[in-house]
């Protein structure tokens, strides 16, 4: 897979905004309670019905503009949640917590079209880093993927001018694991609204 195929799809549909959060071994409605997700039931939607149900359950809006959908699907030992109007899932301490007894690691760009990647492990934020200035990393092991990130176009060592193209064929890289534009936007997931507060 071409780098530039990881993302093309999001700026075709013209998603400016995403977050996807992988993590292992957790199943979908879990991932969803997690991420602080509304569960009274899960139904199972498409993009365009998550929508659709983010609009009827918002009563006015003041309530649609703090309601988001979010997504899960099951890609083989992982999960990934699919935010396409919040970034609930970068957020670091809910990503430690997703992470407790696994892994789970979070890649964003958020509405200036800022990116991010971050990876916790057993509810430590082990590293995290901005593609345009790979040099500064955080976290408790911040070159733990120094070998990895030069395979995909990062420069872990000056600024590379990343995006979050290298930053998802770094996830696939490292774990082995992506998402498509059908995922993403057709198939129908377990779903869950997110408020912000």
């Known amino acids: 897979?071409?780098?530039?195929?990881?993302?093309?799809?999001?700026y075709d549909e013209g998603i400016l905004m995403f977050c996807l959060t992988f993590v292992r071994d957790v199943d979908p409605v879990a991932v969803l309670r997690g991420l602080g997700a509304d569960v009274p039931h899960v139904p199972v939607l498409s993009n365009?019905?998550?929508?659709?149900?983010?609009?009827?359950?918002?009563?006015?809006?003041?309530?649609?503009?703090?309601?988001?959908?979010?997504?899960?699907?099951?890609?083989?030992?992982?999960?990934?949640?699919?935010?396409l109007l919040s970034l609930h899932g970068g957020d670091v301490a809910t990503l430690e917590g997703l992470s407790r007894g696994t892994e789970a690691v979070s890649v964003s760009?958020?509405?200036?079209?800022?990116?991010?990647?971050?990876?916790?492990?057993?509810?430590?934020?082990v590293t995290d880093f901005d593609p345009l200035f790979p040099t500064d990393r955080f976290g408790s092991d911040p070159d733990r993927f120094l070998d990895e990130m030069a395979e995909v176009g990062l420069r872990p060592d000056e600024e590379s001018w990343g995006s979050e193209d290298e930053i998802l064929a770094l996830v696939h890289r490292v774990f082995g694991v992506g998402v498509d534009a059908h995922t993403v936007n057709d198939a129908k997931l377990p779903t869950g609204m997110l408020w912000r507060k």
């Open 1 to 10: 897979m071409q780098l530039r195929e990881y993302t093309e799809w999001f």
């Open 48 to 83: 365009a019905e998550a929508e659709a149900y983010r609009e009827e359950v918002a009563s006015d809006e003041w309530e649609l503009d703090r309601v988001s959908a979010v997504r899960v699907a099951e890609l083989g030992d992982w999960s990934v949640s699919i935010e």
């Open 109 to 125: 760009r958020d509405p200036n079209a800022l990116s991010r990647f971050s990876y916790a492990r057993d509810g430590e934020l």
